[in-house]
């Protein structure tokens, strides 16, 4: 096989959680009256992290703590949804048994962890690389380098669907899919890998 490995993004990739960030920014940044239309949110916001989206797209320092306001809203909605698709999971069962798989995302372990679990998918992966691991965030290298690292593979195949997952996975070296629409994931990866649907 061309790939010893597959490296999937958690937001927007594996789960449909783009609406949920979205309206938690929202609900933190209403008391500043500040709120983002979905067009500017899915612009300046998607993939990239909580703090870098506060500092560098919203100009923001964090004293409130408004970060943690914001994923402890996000983590809340998520609760409330079911951010997985049937397909994804048929996906990941029928995946696990040729490759090593892994989640590689910006955003924190309590964010992507507890709905995998919910879910039954966190037994697909054999290893989560989120915010806490990493120094620097996508679109550096260093998370999609880790999780390679820590799998022990060299020939990972990242599956992403931002600009600064693109990148990072591309600064690492590897080979990237970018995926369309969360609802195109098994079908693209799919047909990537050379599988049938």
């Given at each position: 096989?061309?790939?010893?490995?597959?490296?999937?993004?958690?937001?927007?990739?594996?789960?449909?959680?783009?609406?949920?960030?979205?309206?938690?920014?929202?609900?933190?940044?209403?008391?500043?009256?500040?709120?983002?239309?979905?067009?500017?949110?899915?612009?300046?916001?998607?993939?990239?992290?909580?703090?870098?989206?506060?500092?560098?797209?919203?100009?923001?320092?964090?004293?409130?703590?408004?970060?943690?306001?914001?994923?402890?809203?996000?983590?809340?909605?998520?609760?409330?949804?079911?951010?997985?698709?049937?397909?994804?999971?048929?996906?990941?069962?029928?995946?696990?048994?040729?490759?090593?798989?892994?989640?590689?995302?910006?955003?924190?372990?309590?964010?992507?962890?507890?709905?995998?679990?919910?879910?039954?998918?966190?037994?697909?992966?054999?290893?989560?690389?989120?915010?806490?691991?990493?120094?620097?965030?996508?679109?550096?290298?260093?998370?999609?380098?880790?999780?390679?690292?820590?799998?022990?593979?060299?020939?990972?195949?990242?599956?992403?669907?931002?600009?600064?997952g693109v990148a990072s996975g591309r600064a690492a070296g590897f080979e990237v899919l970018r995926v369309?629409?969360?609802?195109?994931?098994?079908?693209?990866?799919?047909?990537?890998?050379?599988?049938?649907?």
């Amino acid at each position: 096989m061309k790939h010893d490995a597959l490296l999937f993004d958690f937001d927007g990739v594996l789960a449909d959680t783009e609406r949920v960030h979205h309206r938690a920014w929202n609900q933190t940044l209403e008391p500043l009256g500040i709120q983002l239309d979905w067009e500017a949110y899915q612009k300046n916001f998607v993939g990239v992290a909580d703090e870098v989206a506060l500092r560098e797209r919203l100009k923001l320092d964090d004293r409130d703590g408004l970060v943690a306001r914001k994923q402890a809203l996000f983590r809340k909605g998520l609760e409330e949804s079911h951010p997985f698709l049937a397909d994804t999971g048929k996906l990941l069962e029928e995946l696990c048994t040729f490759y090593k798989l892994a989640v590689v995302s910006s955003s924190y372990k309590s964010e992507v962890e507890p709905p995998l679990v919910r879910s039954n998918l966190r037994q697909y992966f054999q290893m989560l690389i989120t915010g806490e691991d990493v120094r620097n965030f996508k679109p550096s290298p260093e998370p999609y380098l880790l999780a390679a690292e820590r799998l022990g593979v060299k020939h990972p195949l990242v599956i992403e669907d931002s600009d600064a997952g693109v990148a990072s996975g591309r600064a690492a070296g590897f080979e990237v899919l970018r995926v369309s629409a969360v609802e195109n994931v098994g079908r693209e990866v799919r047909e990537r890998l050379g599988l049938g649907s």
